[in-house]
């Protein structure tokens, strides 16, 4: 259970982290979710929107990062 524990407060960590770029980058406006390649479909009753750039860049810096973390580990 102290495993389990450890875990959830790192995941926890993570993610509130995460929520402090978000909060920044928006105000430092920077393009995430505007970038060129994010699909937006505006109808008359509707709007559909899916940051595929966006989500391509995150899971590329996330990818490195985690690399970088991992390389040190050993």
Same mark, same amino acid.
């Given at each position: ?7 959830? =407060?790192?995941? +926890? ?8 770029? !978000? ?11 505007? =970038?060129? +390649? ?9 709007? !559909?929107? !899916?940051?595929?750039?966006?989500? =391509?860049?995150?899971? =590329? ?10 390389? +040190?580990?050993?």
């Amino acid at each position: 259970m102290v495993d389990l524990g450890k875990l959830l =407060l790192v995941i +926890g960590g993570i993610i509130a982290l995460a929520g402090v770029v !978000f909060l920044l980058a928006g105000r430092l406006h920077l393009p995430l979710g505007r =970038l060129p +390649g994010d699909i937006v479909y505006r109808g008359k009753h509707m709007t !559909f929107y !899916f940051p595929l750039a966006t989500c =391509l860049l995150l899971s =590329l810096i996330l990818s490195l990062v985690l690399w970088l973390f991992n390389r +040190g580990q050993r």
